[in-house]
T-cell receptor
């Protein structure tokens, strides 16, 4: 039940845009996005909830298509600081009022000068 | 501003040793998680706990056990370490309904089993 991320890796020049996709084989209530820089812990970017609005964080935004069971992360006008591995997390085992997360394998993003 | 800490950043153990990885969070979160991270495989859930003394298996619990005696502390135990348990181990915690439901991760422990 691990979500599938694509692409596996992408190299951008500073200022270019990128899209990272996350697909699930099951109906989703939420999708979480995290970024992990080399040697550091993953850091939360945003969560998208079923029926919720598209989210944004600086020049990073995301959408959630409930019917297609997929989410996309949009990075516009990329900066060097965007480099890292991006993970999506989707609903796993239910815990009380929420879920544990199943994470994808990650998308490695490198932004070059 | 420390939120989730792990006992060691790097650990080297020998095959067959019993290994303890400790995680402490200071946010009063009820839910805590242990993941292992391997190149090309992403983050895989080993065990999680939703309350003191409560634990649930994740996707890859074989060879591991956990302990949660206090709300802030969640320990991962490798009963008899094997070389295929060489990995990066990440602890995380979060509280449903608090803010964005984000998981806070610790810095990780890179375990090498020789």
């Amino acid at each position: 039940q691990q979500p599938v991320q694509s692409p596996q890796a992408v190299i951008l020049r500073e200022g270019e845009d990128a899209v990272i996709n996350c697909s699930s084989s099951k109906a989703l209530y939420s999708v979480h996005w995290y970024r992990q820089k080399h040697g550091e812990a993953p850091v939360f970017l945003m969560i998208l909830l079923k029926g919720g609005e598209q989210k944004g964080h600086e020049k990073i935004s995301a959408s959630f298509n409930e019917k297609k069971q997929q989410s996309s992360l949009y990075l516009t006008a990329s900066q060097l600081s965007y480099s890292g591995t991006y993970f999506c997390g989707t609903d796993g085992v239910k815990i009380s009022s929420g879920y544990a997360l199943n994470f994808g394998k990650g998308t490695s993003l490198l932004v070059t000068p | 501003d420390v939120k989730v800490t792990q006992s060691s950043r790097y650990l080297v153990k020998r095959t067959g040793e019993k290994v303890f990885l400790e995680c402490v969070q200071d946010m009063d979160h009820e839910n805590m998680f242990w993941y292992r991270q391997d190149p090309g495989l992403g983050l895989r859930l080993i065990y999680f706990s939703y309350d003191v003394k409560m634990k649930e298996k994740g996707d890859i619990p074989e060879g591991y056990s956990v302990s949660r005696e206090k709300k802030e502390r969640f320990s991962l135990i490798l009963e008899s370490a094997s070389t295929n348990q060489t990995s990066m181990y990440l602890c995380a915690s979060y509280s449903f309904g608090a803010g964005d439901n984000e998981q806070f991760f610790g810095p990780g422990t890179r375990l090498t089993v020789l």
